[in-house]
Structure formats: C-alpha cells, structure tokens
C-alpha cells in the first residue's frame, strides 16, 4: 500500500474549514461572536508568525478551544454538515483531480489537517476519503466540550506521528508515500516521506523546501507533476523514517479518526 497525505486548509481548501465552523455556531448562538473574533486575530498573527510557526500554535489552538467550550459534539456535527454545502466551492479546482490521480496511481490518499474534525470529515466524505484525521477535543460533564486536546495535528510533529502510526498500521512504506502541505505545520510531516511536496508554500515551508530539495508545485502543476514516473517509486537517496514505537492518546486511538 501507498499513502499519499493531504494538508486541507491552503492545500485542498482556499481558506480556513475552522472558521466555516465557528461562523456556524456563532449563527447558531453557540458560540460568542467576541470569541469568534479573538480566534481571527489570534490566527492571523500565527499566520503572520513565520519562523516563530511553532511558538504561535499553542495560543492560536487554545483561542479556538476557549471559543467553542461548552458546544455538545453532536451540535458541531450538525453545524458543519449545514455550512459544508455553502463553502463547498471553496476546493480548489485541482483537488478532485488530484484525488482522482492518487488514487489511479495507486495511493490511497489520507487528509491530515489542522482544522476540526467535523469539518474534515465532510470533505472526506465528499471526497471518499477513509481516513482522516483533525483537530478533537475531549469532552467533559453532559459531554460537552473542554479545552483539552485528544488530538492537534497543528503541531507539525503531531501530523507526522499520526501518519507514521498510520503506516504502521496498514504496513504501508513511508519511502514510498507522497505528502502534500503548504505551511510550516507540514513540515515534519513532508519530511517523514520519499516525495514531499511543497504546494504554493508559505515563505516559511519555501525555505525549508528549497534547502531539503523537495518538489514545490502550485495548482496548476501539481497533478502532471504527480502522474510523473518519478512519484511511483521511492527516491534512491531516501528513507523514510520507521514510525516511533511511543504513541500519543490520538494515536493509540487512531482508528476512532478512520473509515
């Protein structure tokens, strides 16, 4: 088997499926709007954070996990399923093809991404995408949610356990897996495969990208640039990492986030 690991949010996605969420609940009364709005001004400074990415995430992260404390599960559910439809044309017009591709060239494609579950679910689904994996937060008294964590793959080292555990999983060779990111939180998990790929990169990932002497792609080259004989192969002069033995809560669980 061969992976190929989708970013969503700048990769698949023009935008933010976060926001598309908390605009939802926030029209619903779920959420406040002032939260709403210190999660927009937390994001664009970590946005604007560049070499600062990792320093950033942890504020950033806890502003939407303050936002939406105290939303039943099952609520959010029910908003994203509501708003998909509505920012649905917001995939960029490459990512079906690029789905398509993978998938005749025998990956087996899998979203990671820093955005929320639910809404990483609905494009999934669209998408027929059996594994996915995004942001989950623990739920506390009357299984509403807390500010806990039970999954972040916004931690550039977050995405790249849950793949590795993935492939570990499915028996599948990293060597020989395609990863596809555009943000500095992709970078670990480019790094753990035989064909990263750089896609309209932030200054950030460019940098990282041309010293490592990865692919970099936009939109209108990333699928030719995939269908190339060079992608079917692992690279002479790479080795994937063997996944690590020791897992997080999200990975011991990583078949709860699959189907």
């Known amino acids: 088997m061969k992976l190929a690991a989708l970013d969503v949010d700048g990769t698949l996605y023009d935008g933010t ?29 970590h946005r604007r954070s560049g070499g600062r990415f990792r320093d950033t995430t942890g504020p950033a992260s806890d502003a939407y996990a303050r936002a939406v404390e105290g939303v039943l599960p099952r609520d959010a559910v029910l908003a994203s399923c509501r708003v998909w439809p509505r920012v649905r044309h917001r995939l960029l017009a490459c990512a079906v093809p690029l789905v398509e591709s993978l998938r005749g060239a025998g990956f087996t494609p899998v979203l990671l991404s820093g955005s929320p579950q639910e809404m990483i679910d609905r494009v999934a689904t669209d998408l027929g995408i059996g594994h996915r994996f995004g942001m989950r937060l623990a739920t506390g008294p009357g299984g509403r949610w807390t500010r806990r964590f039970t999954s972040l793959p916004a931690v550039p080292e977050a995405k790249a356990r849950l793949l590795c555990a993935l492939a570990e999983g499915l028996g599948a060779d990293l060597a020989c897996a395609v990863a596809v990111g ?56 790479r080795r994937a990492p063997a996944a690590s033995p020791l897992r997080t809560h999200s990975e011991r669980n990583l078949h709860a986030h699959t189907s």
């Open 17 to 45: 499926l976060g926001f598309a969420l908390l605009d939802e609940l926030r029209a619903g009364g779920l959420v406040s709007s002032s939260a709403v709005r210190h999660v927009r001004d937390t994001m664009r400074e």
């Open 182 to 237: 555009n943000s500095a939180s992709d970078r670990a998990m480019l790094a753990a495969v035989g064909h990263p790929v750089a896609f309209e990169p932030d200054e950030a990932l460019l940098a990282v990208a041309r010293d490592s002497g990865w692919s970099i792609t936009d939109r209108h080259t990333l699928v030719p640039l995939l269908s190339t004989p060079a992608f079917q192969s692992p690279p002479a002069s």
